[in-house]
């Protein structure tokens, strides 16, 4: 069992930045890749970024690449969005990950390949 609580999120203006943080307990952190996802009213979940179990590799959505971060410190059991240059369209409630069978390196953009979901946190972009 993986526990995931992410915090972070709130209103900022277009432009400004923000950084979401995701809390893991539960089985060995460092084994496993991790992501974010995000969904907005009325739309389906879509991948945002993975980052894989040593953090070696990363994985963006091409929306948000050059823009978002994704991190994580695996003696905290934390993972990191990095968000900057915000936009109205990043506005969503934004999901961490845990891909428990995503080891050795491997990251996937699939939804299904992520075992343990966290609650979500809200990301209001204002134009």
């Known amino acids: 069992q993986v526990q995931l609580v992410e915090s972070g999120g709130g209103l900022v203006q277009a432009g400004g930045s923000l950084r979401l943080s995701c809390a893991a307990s539960?089985?060995?952190?460092?084994?496993?890749?991790m992501g974010w996802f995000r969904q907005a009213p009325g739309k389906e979940r879509e991948f945002v970024s993975a980052?894989?179990?040593?953090?070696?590799?990363?994985y963006y959505a091409d929306s948000v690449k050059g823009r978002f971060t994704i991190s994580r410190d695996n003696t905290k059991n934390t993972v990191y969005l990095q968000m900057n240059s915000l936009k109205p369209e990043d506005t969503a409630v934004y999901y961490c990950?845990?891909?428990?069978?995503?080891?050795?390196?491997?990251?996937?953009?699939?939804?299904?390949?992520?075992?343990?979901w966290g609650q979500g946190t809200q990301v209001t972009v204002s134009s």
């Open positions: 990950a845990a891909g428990t069978s995503l080891r050795f390196g491997v990251l996937s953009r699939t939804g299904s390949r992520y075992d343990y």
């Open positions: 539960g089985r060995t952190f460092s084994n496993y890749a």
């Open positions: 980052i894989s179990w040593s953090g070696g590799s990363t």
